[in-house]
């Protein structure tokens, strides 16, 4: 079980990733919207490892399943989604064939 102070310092290092990966996705480029989805379905996989694991663990509270459920779905929903908005983007810069 964690003490109050290591909860605390996670959740200190949870607001400073949320600000920190806001700040970043507010100034990038649109030219490079599409490296960038491929990132976050990257970084979305390993959420994806991650959760499963917690899920599965048998000695796991049932609060920590029910969370690790929810970032499974949540980080599935989030990767298929950013593939197909990519493979969408990318289509938009592929030269149709002329003559046929």
């Known amino acids: 079980m ?3 102070s290591s909860t605390t310092d996670l959740l200190f290092v949870f607001m400073l990733a949320a600000f920190l990966g ?3 996705i507010k ?5 490079l919207h599409s490296p960038l989805m491929s990132l976050t ?3 979305a996989a390993v959420v994806i ?3 499963i694991m917690i899920t599965g663990e048998a ?3 049932p609060f920590a399943k029910a969370l690790g459920f929810i970032a499974v779905t949540a980080a599935t929903i989030n990767a298929v989604s950013g593939f197909l908005i ?10 149709k064939k002329k003559g046929g």
């Open 86 to 95: 990519t493979d969408r983007m990318l289509k938009m810069f592929k030269t």
């Open 41 to 43: 379905n990257a970084i």
């Open 22 to 24: 806001f700040q970043l």
């Open 49 to 51: 490892v991650g959760a």
């Open 59 to 61: 000695a796991a509270p």
């Open 27 to 31: 100034r990038v480029s649109p030219l």
């Open 2 to 4: 964690h003490s109050a």
